[in-house]
């Protein structure tokens, strides 16, 4: 085991704890590193230009999932390594020993990632990692969508927006981007499924894509009104919500407040779609899309919402490795 430098034994003997400590400290123990690791090793690289060996890929890893969790460029993130002791904790780094991985060797890293579809790879390790550890029913499914903007801007080499994105209204007001529709767990919240579109096309166009098969019953707001005549979506009972122009007029007869608190169920089974919805857009700060194209936003998706997913069920793991959340 290396000796710690100055610098770091330092850093360890300060008082106050972090938030930013305290969700790395948790991640640590949540993240099935060797799991993730094992996707990935078998196409790194071995060796580099005149024969330097490549950055490990535990520590590109790392390196990529602070990307994720703190939506930060290429060069944005080299720089908060070098900034930042608790990231350098995290990744492993010693700088007295080790320069921190430039921009384009986390560049590199993606497009072998994204190149080699390993971002759904590892979506899905997590989600079998989280199906062994008893968090993913299969029960149910919450299907939903939401729109991710995408730069509106013409000021690039081509002259013109992203060509794959598109328009798409939602209330009085217009949106210009892409689609991400899932398939969430009814009972753990965890997300099983994904699709990306432009903005433009339907939710219940995709609803089918979000089915896993094994569900009895599945859940969608008003916008997936004709889902259970749909083909592609046949299987499940489906409980779509009741249009918010007929549920105001509901009467106060008795008929009437049993259909309300019928809708008010469905509503409350659909909440949890939106917490992996609040996590990639809130606590990753997702909002916008950071590349041209829909492949390469596809991939990056299947990243954030498997770390969603490991967000979602942080305690649950914790509780199970042996201690609470921080």
């Given amino acids: 085991m290396c000796q710690r430098s100055f610098a770091s034994a330092e850093f360890a003997l300060k008082k ?20 993730l690791v094992a996707v990935i090793e078998p196409l790194y690289p071995t060796a580099g230009r005149v024969g330097r060996q490549p950055m490990g890929v535990p520590k590109m890893l790392r390196m990529y999932l602070l990307q994720q969790w703190y939506g930060l460029a290429d060069e944005a993130l080299e720089d908060a390594i070098y900034d930042s002791q608790a990231l350098r904790d995290f990744v492993g780094i010693d700088l007295s020993r080790e320069s921190v991985p430039d921009a384009t060797t986390l560049l590199k890293f993606r497009r072998l990632l994204v190149t080699n579809d390993l971002t759904k790879e590892l979506f899905e390790e997590i989600n079998a990692h989280l199906a ?43 949106h210009h981007g892409m689609k991400a529709h899932i398939g969430v767990d009814a009972e753990s919240g965890i997300v099983h499924s994904l699709v990306s579109t432009a903005a433009n096309v339907n939710d219940v166009t995709q609803a089918g894509a979000l089915l896993h098969g094994d569900e009895d019953n599945a859940f969608g707001d008003a916008g997936y009104r004709g889902v259970d005549k749909r083909e592609e979506a046949e299987g499940p009972q489906w409980h779509i919500a009741m249009q918010p122009g007929k549920r105001n007029q509901l009467s106060d007869s008795a008929l009437g407040q049993m259909l309300e608190k019928v809708e008010k169920i469905k509503a409350s089974i659909r909440a949890k779609v939106e917490h992996p919805f609040h996590v990639i857009k809130n606590l990753f700060r997702h909002r916008k899309t950071r590349y041209r194209g829909l492949a390469k936003n596809h991939a990056q998706l299947f990243s954030l919402f498997g770390l969603a997913n490991l967000v979602i069920t942080k305690r649950r793991l914790l509780a199970v490795h042996g201690g609470g959340a921080s």
């Fill in 132 to 174: 062994q550890q008893g968090l993913l029913m299969r029960a149910g499914t919450i299907v939903d969508a939401t729109i991710i903007a995408a730069p509106s801007s013409t000021k690039n080499a081509s002259g013109e927006r992203d060509p794959e994105m598109h328009q798409a209204k939602k209330g009085n007001q217009w």
């Fill in 16 to 35: 106050k704890r972090t938030r930013r400590e305290k969700f790395l400290a948790d991640m640590e123990r949540v993240v099935p590193w060797a799991r």
